[in-house]
């Protein structure tokens, strides 16, 4: 279905927001409006994800998630969204493939695991399971784009963390970028899970004006162009020298690992659900769209981010309080 400029003005407002999208980029795309006269085909594979990308999928604003599935986009594919079932569902992936259709955009949530094909399969054909690998594999082949949604499918994610003791990973986890030997058409938009604008914006791009400006890392642009630190709502503070102490402090958050300067992320102009972000709310950055997540400095997730003794007696859940003396002290969660 084609959109008129003004509701592309509207999604890309409601998607990109003006700062984060260059007016060049709206030039002359009344033209590429015109030429969108059908719903661009999307096949949505989710490999070794929990989901978590889908749910923030489902909670787009502005175009709700039903006016982009309904209006500006066929979502041919999605195993958890799609109503069909069984061999029903799954020959719709099968015919894309057969037929060698090259007329739809290929979006991957999750790694793939490399170390057995049987630890993430998507159906049968002809009786015999189908590994996620394959499927993405043949989809991408004439795919007009990949876009990998989530940290898991852009880098990695923590499906592809390391075992401490070891250094090994139990599935051999990669990112889509890696199974497909780094195709040019891949688009990673990470987080864990992304904002659902990164999401819709970067397929509607994608439909109306092609392939959006990308960093080193592959990711738009106008979404990861600029650090949380830059954006951040306590910049003021950090330049006036106030760090917060302690959770809860007024101030900048960077004494407490806040990873804000190491990460290209819009979430505090953005805002989630366009309320709050996560500095906003005083919990720090923990670099989730960069690609050393969730080992960012080797330190996990939430490793140096220091309490007070003070802090942690408070904590009322017994295991969580020990759980935390235990990072506090230079522990694992497990150890
Ligand atoms: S809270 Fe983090 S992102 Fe914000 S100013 Fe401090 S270091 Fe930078
Ligand atoms: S601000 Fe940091 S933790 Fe929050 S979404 Fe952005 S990269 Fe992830």
């Not at 309320?275 to 670099?287: D, E, L, P, W």
Request: glycine share 12%; proline share 5%; net charge positive.
């Amino acid at each position: 279905m084609a959109i008129s400029r003004r509701e592309f003005l509207k999604i890309m407002g409601g998607t990109t927001a003006a700062f984060a999208f260059p007016g060049v980029i709206l030039q002359g795309c009344k033209k590429a409006l015109e030429r969108a006269a059908e719903r661009t085909p999307v096949i949505w594979i989710q490999a070794q994800s929990c989901s978590g990308c889908s749910v923030s999928l489902l909670n787009a604003v502005d175009p709700d998630i039903a006016t982009v599935v309904t209006q500006h986009i066929s979502l041919n594919f999605h195993q958890t969204l799609m109503g069909g079932t069984g061999h029903r569902a799954i020959s719709v992936i099968e015919d894309a493939v057969a037929r060698g259709r090259n007329d739809y955009v290929l979006a991957v949530e999750g790694s793939i695991p490399t170390k057995d094909d049987n630890y993430c399969t998507l159906g049968m054909v002809h009786g015999h399971h189908v590994s996620a690998k394959k499927w993405v594999t043949d989809l991408a082949r004439n795919a007009k784009a990949v876009i990998a949604i989530g940290s898991c499918a852009a880098f990695g994610g923590i499906p592809a963390a390391e075992i401490r003791a070891t250094g090994d990973n139990p599935t051999g986890a990669k990112p889509v970028s890696d199974i497909l030997g780094g195709l040019d058409k891949v688009i990673n938009v990470p987080g864990c899970p992304p904002h659902p604008d990164w999401m819709v914006g970067t397929i509607m791009h994608l439909i109306l004006k092609g392939m959006p400006e990308l960093d080193e890392f592959r990711r738009p642009k106008m979404y990861f162009g600029k650090t949380v630190h830059e954006q951040c709502e306590h910049l003021a503070a950090y330049k006036r020298g106030i760090f917060a102490q302690k959770w809860g402090d007024p101030g900048c958050l960077y004494k407490l690992g806040c990873l804000g300067m190491d990460t290209g992320c819009d979430i505090p102009r953005r805002k989630w659900l366009g309320v709050n972000s996560c500095t906003g709310s005083g919990s720090g950055c923990i670099g989730c769209t960069e690609k050393p997540f969730p080992d960012y400095g080797k330190r996990g997730i939430y490793k140096h981010l220091t309490a007070s003794l003070e802090d942690i007696q408070r904590i009322e859940n017994i295991e969580i309080r020990e759980a935390v003396l235990s990072l506090r002290n230079g522990g694992t969660i497990n150890g």
